[in-house]
């Protein structure tokens, strides 16, 4: 029995240790403060977040946020950033602190709230240093800031080239349209539809893009003698685009595209995309409407920490890239684009067109847009 007794010791010891090891990593730093900060979380009950407002990507994130923290509830308003920030800025202007999280694109984020100090530093809303490796992110995890500090204002998503608008090809065949070029032949004039340059969006950085590749002058002459019918309402343009009224939709999202042709509406329409419609364009890439800030003074700041690494975390990235079509800066996901030359590659260096210096430069184009008079 002694010998028995002798013989267990060995694999017993063996499981201590492994039970010991298993707990000393538990313990880091790092993960008793996430473990604290995640408890917090579930005592505030709930994270206020507002968002894209495109069905696809709202259902994507409530609901894979209510498999992952059932027990703290997510209150999110879908709205586009140029309609809910200037609500946000009444609100604090006024002492009242009712957001988390916000999701949304470069301009008007970081030019209307980071001038009031309503942004808090985006790296202390991250525990896991993981989240903040530059091994974890093409381009390091620095290139992801989207305002010129590198503080506040952090992009996640990312494609290669630029998408110029939509065709529809029930109406347009590629003989007719194949290229920058052919925007200008007379059998387009007054079926070209374009997102008002003059408001921030995707519209505007279409617009900019397209100018560093053709000239101010060809702009110019394009939205002056085409024909051209400008909208604030993508909602419009993308109804105009798929029942062929204005077949060429210039400067659009895609959201609300993409639920019509989840119900077999707009099959044949194809993005305006590649060296055909901006040339010599450089690798580059842009944020878009789901770049995230977390607020200073958020009233629910540890939901806010829980909800800011979630959306950084690989699980959840590669499930926004499969539903959005898009890209993950992180490096460990699968491109969800249907073109695979649309993802970043490692060690490449890439320009990005959507950060805070970007925007600055497409503000400038504006001004020279708003004196050719060619927006009412």
């Not at 993981?130 to 620095?142: C, E, N, P, R, Y």
């Not at 249907?338 to 320009?351: I, S, T």
């Amino acid at each position: 029995m002694r010998r028995a007794r002798l013989r267990l010791a060995g694999p017993l010891l063996a499981v201590a240790v492994v039970i010991w090891a298993a707990g000393t990593v538990a313990d880091e730093p790092w993960q008793a403060e996430w473990n604290k900060v995640l408890n917090a979380a579930r005592q505030e009950g709930s994270v206020v977040v507002s968002g894209p407002p495109g069905e696809i990507v709202q259902q994507l994130i409530t609901s894979s946020w209510a498999k992952a923290y059932p027990d703290i509830g997510l209150q999110y308003t879908g709205a586009r950033g140029t309609q809910i920030l200037s609500k946000v800025v009444r609100e604090r202007q006024s002492g009242l602190y009712n957001w988390d999280i916000v999701l949304a694109s470069t301009d008007p984020t970081v030019f209307m709230l980071i001038p009031i100090h309503a942004l808090a530093p985006f790296r202390d809303a991250l525990i896991d240093p993981a989240l903040k490796s530059d091994k974890t992110w093409i381009g390091g995890f620095a290139a992801g800031f989207m305002d010129d500090g590198q503080q506040y204002f952090y992009s996640t998503m990312a494609k290669v080239g630029s998408t110029m608008g939509y065709v529809n090809r029930d109406c347009v065949p590629t003989s007719t349209l194949s290229k920058v070029e052919d925007l200008k032949k007379p059998e387009l004039v007054g079926k070209i539809a374009w997102y008002d340059p003059l408001q921030p969006g995707t519209g505007s950085r279409s617009t900019w893009v397209l100018s560093t590749r053709m000239g101010e002058a060809w702009l110019e002459d394009m939205l002056k003698n085409h024909g051209i019918t400008f909208a604030r309402d993508y909602r419009q343009l993308t109804e105009w685009l798929v029942d062929c009224s204005k077949p060429i939709a210039i400067g659009i999202t895609n959201d609300v595209l993409s639920e019509m042709q989840q119900h077999g509406i707009g099959a044949h329409v194809e993005a305006l995309t590649g060296p055909a419609y901006f040339h010599d364009l450089p690798a580059g890439w842009g944020g878009a409407n789901e770049d995230i800030g977390w607020y200073e003074k958020a009233p629910h700041p540890n939901a806010a920490k829980v909800f800011a690494s979630w959306y950084l975390s690989r699980d959840f990235q590669q499930q926004y890239a499969k539903a959005d079509q898009n890209n993950s800066r992180r490096a460990d996901t699968i491109s969800g684009d249907p073109d695979p030359a649309d993802a970043l590659r490692p060690g490449v260096a890439y320009e990005c067109w959507g950060n805070e210096a970007a925007v600055r430069q497409l503000k400038a184009l504006q001004q020279k847009i708003k004196s050719w008079g060619v927006v009412k």
